[in-house]
């Protein structure tokens, strides 16, 4: 198992790479690989998992050596134990790596005009056809396509790109991680912009019907509400302040439970069940 990290074009100018572009992308590159080995470990990452103290003691890359061909730094695992967790880094990485380096231009909706949408159907339809939130965790839709953990692992690397979408130039940050198989993803400007925006779009899933208690509300458009099933606290966004005078007589009630439709917030064709994020759609008492 391998991991490299190279550095080319004008970040690396007679073989030498600017401190802060080097130690910005290994450190983002770590996090991503923690959050890899975090999804094998735990059978599936959930949201805010964290590293242990014994997770830190396995999860070592041995720094092995430069290359100079341009600037490259080699990392080798500690024990064979982690090559799975550097195949599923790379299967986080594939899909939307593949399309953004794609040619043409990103077809993405605003959620808000999808929240518009929801609600019209939901006028047509009636309340009636909403499952309850315990049968959207049986069935959450086509719309859920990969693995939480995905989510999360390309928001690492999203970070770790930053250097080129700041940078002005031919710049190239490219890295290789050979699991089971090799694979290389090279990004240059175009291809880190397009990567951040698809990793960072959302979409909304097919609604539920959500029981809860109120945690907290505020004036930016968002709520922490608990959820009664999974037990789990998540975030409630909403389009307008309007829409927050329906949970302000729950505010200083935390045990009185209520329900309203929600619609779940899906970021690169993934979705925590059990506490991810939702939009508003409608109060039902």
């Known amino acids: 198992m391998t991991l490299k990290v190279r550095f080319a074009g004008d970040f690396a100018q007679d073989r030498k790479v600017p401190m802060g572009i080097m ?8 996090k991503a690989f923690e959050r890899a080995y975090l999804d094998v470990q735990r059978n599936g990452l959930r949201k805010n998992e964290k590293m ?52 043409g231009d990103l077809k993405l909706s605003d959620v808000k005009e999808q929240v518009i949408t929801q609600r019209r ?11 309850s939130y315990a049968n959207f965790v049986e069935n959450p839709g086509g719309k859920i396509l990969g ?15 930053v250097p080129i979408r700041k940078h002005e130039g031919d710049g190239i940050i490219e890295f290789s991680m050979k699991g089971d198989e090799l694979h290389t993803f090279s990004f240059n400007a175009f291809i880190a912009e397009r990567f951040g925006k698809i990793i960072s779009h959302k979409t909304l899933g097919e609604p539920f019907i959500l029981s809860a208690t109120l945690i907290s509300a505020d004036n930016n458009l968002k709520a922490k509400v608990y959820n009664t099933i999974s037990r789990r606290q998540m975030n409630v966004f909403f389009s307008d302040l309007d829409e927050l005078v329906y949970f302000s007589p729950f505010i200083g009630r935390k045990g009185e439970q209520f329900q309203f439709i929600a619609a ?5 064709g993934t979705y925590d069940v059990t506490s991810g994020d939702v939009y508003f759609l409608k109060f039902m008492g």
């Open 52 to 103: 242990h103290s014994d997770d830190y003691a396995r999860a070592v890359l041995l720094f092995e050596n430069i290359e100079y061909s341009s600037v490259g730094f080699k990392f080798v695992e500690l024990s064979s134990d982690l090559i799975p967790s550097v195949n599923r880094l790379i299967k986080s990485l594939l899909s939307s790596y593949e399309k953004a380096a794609q040619e």
């Open 23 to 30: 130690s910005h992308t290994l450190f983002y590159t770590e």
């Open 147 to 161: 693995d939480f953990g995905d989510r999360s692992i390309n928001k690492y690397i999203d970070q770790a790109i």
């Open 121 to 131: 159907i939901l006028e047509a339809r009636g309340d009636s056809i909403v499952p």
């Open 264 to 268: 779940p917030v899906i970021e690169s």
